[in-house]
């Protein structure tokens, strides 16, 4: 019902930054909430970053301040805009949408943080 496509991953070296889009396409009229999580090598995946449709924000302890999700509902995309990269935060990244009770997953987009 709704396709989710994540870019923007690659290798960044500590401190740099990544942008992360994820295009939203499918069933889109009733998306409510948009967000990445993301699931570093031998972890759980975990929450990072959720945007409303009205543009409310929550994030995890452990990327506020460094990290900023935002939403273009003209073209149903969220962003991830990653800053001070750190080697901590090397996993793959995985959008999210939630529409009427259901959730939907992007196919993951792998961040490397290294020097």
């Known amino acids: 019902q709704v396709q989710l496509v994540e870019s923007g991953g690659g290798l960044v070296q500590p401190g740099g930054s990544l942008r992360l889009s994820c295009a939203a396409s499918?069933?889109?009229?009733?998306?409510?909430?948009m967000g990445w999580y993301r699931q570093a090598p031998g972890k759980q995946r975990e929450l990072v970053a959720i945007?409303?449709?009205?543009?409310?924000?929550n994030y995890a302890d452990s990327v506020k301040g460094r990290f900023t999700i935002s939403r273009d509902n003209a073209k149903n995309t969220v962003y991830l805009q990653m800053n001070s990269l750190k080697p901590e935060d090397t996993a793959v990244y995985y959008c999210?949408?939630?529409?009427?009770?259901?959730?939907?997953w992007g196919q993951g987009t792998p961040v490397t943080v290294s020097s």
């Open positions: 945007v409303t449709r009205g543009g409310s924000t």
């Open positions: 999210n949408a939630v529409v009427g009770g259901n959730m939907y």
């Open positions: 499918g069933n889109i009229f009733s998306i409510n909430r």
